[in-house]
């Protein structure tokens, strides 16, 4: 026993969960910058629905990590007074679609008021959304809104894929003068990994996308919660001769173009993967912009593996509608292989 | 046997006895009639230097106003959302604050932000169709001017609560219309307050239109400022034309505010004399009749009537504020009718801190274009635009 409770407190990587880094880098931000402020629905007492605020009031105190009355506009909109001030506010919206009520505030403040005040007046603020499907939430727990997002000018759109991401991340959107909507897979919460509390990775800036796996023959192009599903679609695609590389964007806005365009140039052949209902969806962003730059390089059509275009299922039917392993493989599969052993016999 | 009959079990037929009302709302009530000290005992009592200080304010916000409308005219001004008839408000708003404190306008008060001594032409900026702000906030703190209706209350409510987790003695006003209270900002704005005990004072002109809409048709609150009991903030009621009822009532407001008592709401009856902008054709929906009491009850008007009627001001008095009124005016039309110089290029410069990759190939895209048309378009002297 004693020797188990040595190991646990002994420094160094250690088994943690996306939730305990992402509390880490708000207690860490709060720590650095007396300007960082949390609030939201039930974010001090009770550490969020979620616990990803836990302790957070009782190491900073209540004006510090605030339980606000239940109204996601009147959050976001102090949080925009606050902001003007001076303060850092990092708001936590309860769930994916409990944040709509605060989307004037957003659209029409939050995102432009550097904009409209010629600089003047930044936004520093971070909104954290719990996002996408998986938990077995009954409606609107499950909606991937991130399309609503990146469709607003003004800000950016961050999500993680991994433990250390969801640090790094964190505390990159925290830092940043401008607002960042921070969609946080709910699903990936108790996810784990290997990641040390005391050095934890930071992200080398908003922005940047990275391969999070290397491959030869096709890339995955995904973000957040299809992170691990295309990493494992990738695993079982060894099986059938495909070497596919993942990239994990990380970021949304901005889209890192580059590391994508170079994975896909590389490959010749691109599939991406998210939870949002595929039409008018980033997906379709991101494979008109594979088209427009990686036309001569490509052997087969992008193609889009997503939610159906419907509101979010009951969490019976999740299921069906999230995309999986074997929809990603089967999206793979149709990336014209047979044309090109045919084309040289 | 029923519940009620089950032996040795109490029943209650009333909450627990932890719940009770937490506030008297009797205190918070608004009075029956709106507070006036023109054309009262009360106005003897207040200092001649204040009240010539606030007829020189008005007379120059009644000919800001109409310069700013002739200018819409002239094409000068994209779009003048008048307050005639409301300088009274424009007018003491500005003037309950002290220099540190925040001013959180909507769109219809340029004349506040001028009160408050922003240049007209910046405070214009926005109706110009030249930039959407065109002041810095945190320079004159003044938030920009506020169109999406109520949506600057929570942040007045956030800047205030910001300011005083710092230390700072720091008051928020915003300002509101009688039909901007439907909205749920409004609402959530005030609760944020109440509940924070937010330094705020709520001001809500109610000029009896939201464009066309009646008062009316907009609430069955017994007055708007009644709504404030439901918040558990005190509620005033003042003649929005009376610019020294005005001015006591929101410097009592923000004194209350600073020693920590909390927000107030205060609504202000008053009258939009002028349609809701140029745009705007105000017959379709309210007749002369309606009119013509409140051109008797003038803002300006009802000043001058106590000045002169104290002696406090003589023709050459009102002469020096004619003249002062039409310096300002005078000064706006020159500048105005001045055409704007704007960088098209300045569309990428604010949206981020730093730009994407995206956009920066959208202003290379731009700056091509702006390129072309100085290539083919050959130069005229700029007579030719």
């Known amino acids: 026993m004693t020797t188990t409770a040595v190991a646990r407190t002994a420094a160094g990587p250690r088994p943690a969960t996306m939730a305990q880094a992402l509390t880490r880098a708000m207690r860490d931000a709060m720590a650095a910058d007396p300007a960082v402020h949390v609030m939201g629905e039930d974010v001090g007492q009770l550490g969020g629905v979620f616990r990803i605020t836990q302790g957070l009031a009782d190491e900073f105190g209540e004006d510090r990590c605030t339980d606000t009355p239940l109204a996601e506009a009147g959050i976001l909109g102090t949080a925009v007074g606050m902001a003007m001030y001076g303060l850092r506010p990092v708001v936590e919206m309860q769930f994916d679609a409990f944040g709509y009520p605060a989307f004037e505030q957003l659209v029409s403040h939050v995102s432009r008021m550097r904009n409209r005040t010629r600089g003047a007046t930044p936004m520093p603020l971070t909104i954290r959304v719990p996002y996408g499907g998986g938990i077995g939430g009954v409606e609107h727990h499950g909606d991937s809104s991130e399309a609503y997002y990146t469709a607003t000018p003004g800000l950016h759109v961050l999500t993680p894929g991994t433990v250390a991401d969801a640090y790094g991340l964190l505390r990159a959107a925290i830092a940043s003068d401008d607002p960042v909507v921070f969609l946080e897979p709910k699903r990936l919460y108790w996810s784990k990994a290997d990641w040390d509390p005391e050095q934890p990775e930071r992200v080398p800036g908003i922005g940047r996308a990275v391969v999070r796996r290397p491959g030869t023959t096709a890339t995955l192009v995904t973000y957040g919660p299809s992170v691990p599903v295309c990493l494992e679609a990738a695993e079982a695609a060894r099986e059938e001769g495909w070497d596919l590389e993942v990239v994990d964007l990380r970021s949304l806005v901005p889209f890192d173009e580059e590391t994508v365009v170079a994975s896909v140039r590389r490959t010749g052949r691109a599939v991406v993967v998210h939870e949002a209902p595929g039409f008018a969806g980033p997906g379709g962003e991101i494979a008109a912009r594979l088209g427009e730059r990686c036309f001569h390089y490509l052997e087969a059509p992008v193609l889009r593996v997503t939610g159906f275009d419907i509101p979010y299922p009951p969490p019976m039917l999740e299921r069906h509608h999230l995309p999986g392993v074997d929809r990603v493989l089967d999206a793979v599969s149709r990336l014209q292989w047979e044309a090109e052993w045919t084309e040289g016999g | ?385």
């Open chain 2, 1 to 385: 046997m029923t519940v009620l009959e089950q032996p040795g079990r109490a029943y209650h037929p009333a909450p627990p006895p932890a719940w009770k009302p937490r506030t008297d709302a009797a205190p918070l009530l608004p009075d029956p009639e709106p507070h006036r000290v023109l054309g009262t005992a009360a106005a003897e009592k207040t200092e001649a230097g204040l009240l010539r200080e606030l007829y020189g304010a008005l007379v120059t916000g009644r000919r800001y106003n109409e310069q700013a409308t002739t200018l819409t005219k002239q094409g000068r001004l994209a779009v003048y959302p008048s307050t005639t008839g409301q300088e009274a408000c424009q007018v003491a708003a500005a003037r309950a604050l002290r220099p540190q404190d925040w001013l959180f306008p909507s769109y219809r008060d340029t004349l506040a932000v001028v009160a408050r001594g922003v240049d007209p032409v910046q405070a214009l900026t926005l109706l110009r169709g030249d930039w959407h702000t065109g002041y810095d906030p945190a320079e004159h703190r003044i938030a920009p001017l506020c169109t999406p209706l109520a949506t600057q209350l929570p942040h007045a409510v956030g800047l205030a609560r910001a300011a005083r987790l710092k230390g700072d003695d720091v008051v928020a006003l915003a300002m509101v219309g009688d039909g901007g209270t439907s909205e749920g900002d409004f609402h959530e704005a005030l609760n944020f307050a109440a509940v924070w005990r937010a330094p705020v004072v709520f001001l809500v002109q109610n000029n009896g239109y939201a464009i066309s809409v009646p008062l009316a048709k907009q609430t069955a609150a017994p007055s708007l400022a009644h709504k404030a009991v439901g918040y558990g903030m005190p509620g005033r009621l003042v003649d929005g034309n009376d610019v020294v009822a005005l001015h006591d009532v929101l410097t009592e407001a923000v004194e209350r505010a600073r020693g920590g008592g909390g927000p107030t709401l205060v609504e202000a009856v008053t009258y939009r004399m002028d349609a809701h902008t140029n745009a705007d054709d105000a017959t379709r929906y309210r007749t002369d009749s309606e009119v013509e009491p409140w051109r008797a009850h003038d803002p300006v008007a009802l000043l001058e009537r106590e000045l002169t009627g104290r002696g406090l001001l003589d023709e050459a008095g009102a002469a020096a504020a004619r003249a002062a009124a039409e310096e300002l005016a005078a000064d706006m039309r020159e500048r105005l009718h001045a055409d704007a110089e704007l960088d098209p290029v300045d569309l990428f410069t604010h949206v981020y801190a730093e730009p994407t990759q995206q956009l920066r190939a959208q202003e290379s895209l731009l700056r091509a274009e702006l390129e072309a048309e100085l290539q083919a378009e050959p130069q005229t002297g700029g007579e030719y635009r």
